[in-house]
């Protein structure tokens, strides 16, 4: 990966987080500026405690309702826009709007936080990509709760026409069925992925928004291999 795109997530490059975020945010100006800084201090965060550099970054706002797209992917080296869609919440999360989350395997509830993108499969759901949570308590259990990016057919237009909102998932993102193959293959391997809710506990106790060592315990952070 070329150095210039290594930059904006440095440990000594504050200033270029700030530059990343005016671009990305020139290049995305939907997306709410509050939401895309914290999605770009987590992963700084993350980076600097031994996770891989990330070439592109997902980032779910759960603020807004499911009738608005609300996901967004970056390329953080040319610093583009590369999709803007519709992404589901879990169907315990919320009906027009994602207002609770969980960790719980069996709670059907969306989870919120820094996750980091691995492997893609052919599962019950066509080709999909698996998740790992990288923040202990808040979504570590990603895996085990199989919460994955897969497509779905009440993931479009049509269904905000006919009911106001998309369907609802058992806790996965799930992807309009038309671009779920453009979202695992940009974001497979180890990319990041940040949901994001104005959850106060969280974001006064995530290790990734403090950036606190103690908090992250480093053991729970997976690099890819």
Known sequence: MAVC??????????????????????????IDKVVLKTAINASRC??????QMP???AVIDFSLPSSQERLWIFDLEK??????????????SGNFESTAFSNV????????GLFQARESYFGKHGYSLRLDGLEPGINDLARQR????????????????????????????????QIVKRVVDNLKGGQLVFKYYPDQEWLHSSGFLKCDNKTLAG?????SG
């Open 5 to 30: 795109a290594a930059l904006p997530f440095s440990s000594f490059g504050a200033s270029l987080d700030e530059q990343l975020l005016d671009r990305l945010s020139e290049v995305a100006p939907k």
């Open 46 to 51: 993350a980076v600097s405690n031994g996770v």
């Open 55 to 57: 070439e592109r970054l």
């Open 79 to 92: 610093e583009e826009l590369l999709l803007r869609d519709l992404v589901a919440h879990g169907k315990n």
């Open 105 to 112: 395997e069996g709670s059907h509830q969306s989870s919120i």
């Open 146 to 177: 199989a919460i994955v990016i897969h497509g779905a057919d009440y993931v479009n237009d049509d269904w905000v026409s006919k009911y106001g909102r998309i369907g609802r998932s058992h806790g996965c993102p799930a992807v309009d069925n």
């Open 219 to 223: 053991k729970n952070l997976k690099k």
